[in-house]
């Protein structure tokens, strides 16, 4: 998968934010490209970020993470979590995992 797929993904995407480039049993690789804000709520599966550009905060239940490219991040199922003060070309791989409700 290339960046290139993935912002086409985005772009055909329903919400123009986050695009699904492939599944296979449990998992999911998505691509995210918030705009402006972060509103996504807790998922039911893990999931791991990789931000792919940009920069900016991770804010995980109390914790407060400062990324960029490169950086990868988990978040167990459930858990709040979104993107703060990120620059305008920020994204991140996502890959979702695992049973609902997270691996034990």
Do not use: C, N
Not at 17 to 43: A, C, S
């Amino acid at each position: 998968m290339t960046p290139e797929k993935a912002l086409q993904a985005v772009r055909d995407s329903d919400d123009g934010l986050y695009g699904v480039l492939l599944e296979h049993g449990t998992m999911q690789l998505g691509y995210y490209r918030p705009i402006g804000t972060d509103d996504q709520k807790p998922h039911t599966q893990d999931e791991i970020y990789v931000v792919q550009s940009g920069h900016g905060v991770f804010l995980r239940g109390d914790e407060k993470i400062r990324v960029t490219s490169g950086d990868a991040l988990f978040v167990a199922a459930g858990i709040e979590h979104r993107f703060v003060d990120f620059s305008e070309d920020f994204a991140a791989w996502v890959v979702f995992y695992g049973p609902e409700g997270g691996e034990s």
